[in-house]
């Protein structure tokens, strides 16, 4: 079946520390994004996608970091910079194209900051 | 600044009775409507949507409505059951080369 994985589902950083959370889609979409949800806030676009090799940062960049060498696979990484990385992330897929139905979910990444 | 309000945190209703969901918004170029549900520690999943060539669609218990001129949309539900109980959000895009942006969402609970 075909569909978006995210791991692990959660993940816990020392301050300080660098992560990287994981996302691989078998749907053969050109497009993939990172989402952050935080309580009261909605989903914020962290990073997306729209080809191989090529990105572009959303509302909430500062602190993190992309690459996209793979169709499949768009990795978030959390740096020590981001101040509160904390939340509950989302990755997505479409295949970018027409009208913007067939966004595809994964089931998210907890990460807690212990 | 947000684009895509939803200015209701929270909506209680009685089974069977009417959840009219609210959403508004600012960009005058979103084209693209939608409603997600999501529930806890998971990711959102899709369940209408609507162009902004059409000011309503329909899809079983759930119809949206678009507003163009006031900018909001809005969601129905008829007749509401427990298990639509979840978080439910809006979002809109420009086109299909422009991610989706979200509203913050409301919690809808719907009581037996």
């Known amino acids: 079946d075909g569909g978006i994985t995210q791991s692990p589902k959660y993940l816990f950083r020392k301050e300080g520390q660098n992560v990287t959370l994981s996302c691989e889609q078998n749907?053969?979409?050109?497009?993939m994004y990172w989402y952050r949800q935080d309580p009261g806030q909605g989903l914020r676009l962290i990073y997306y996608?729209?080809?191989?090799?090529?990105?572009q940062k959303g509302d909430i960049a500062e602190g993190y970091s992309v690459s996209r060498e793979k169709k499949e696979s768009f990795p978030l990484t959390v740096t020590s910079a981001q101040k509160n990385p904390t939340a509950f992330y989302l990755c997505?897929?479409?295949?970018?194209?027409?009208?913007?139905?067939?966004?595809?979910f994964g089931s998210g990444t907890r990460l807690t900051v212990v | 600044d947000q684009q895509v309000k939803q200015n209701s945190p929270s909506l209680s209703v009685q089974e069977g009775r009417i959840s009219i969901l609210n959403c508004d918004y600012t960009?005058?170029?979103?084209?693209?409507f939608l409603w997600y549900k999501k529930y806890p520690a998971e990711g959102p999943t899709f369940l209408i949507s609507?162009?902004?060539?059409?000011d309503k669609n329909e899809d079983g218990r759930f119809t949206v409505f678009l507003n163009k001129s006031a900018k909001h949309l809005s969601l129905h539900i008829v007749p509401s059951q427990p298990g639509d109980s979840a978080v439910y959000f809006c979002?809109?895009?420009?086109?299909?080369?422009?991610?989706?942006?979200f509203g913050k969402g409301t919690r809808l609970s719907v009581i037996a």
């Open positions: 609507i162009s902004s060539i059409k």
């Open positions: 960009n005058s170029m979103f084209d693209y």
């Open positions: 997505a897929s479409s295949t970018g194209q027409g009208a913007p139905w067939g966004y595809t």
């Open positions: 749907l053969n979409h050109d497009a």
């Open positions: 979002a809109a895009s420009e086109s299909g080369n422009t991610p989706l942006v």
């Open positions: 996608s729209q080809i191989v090799n090529d990105f």
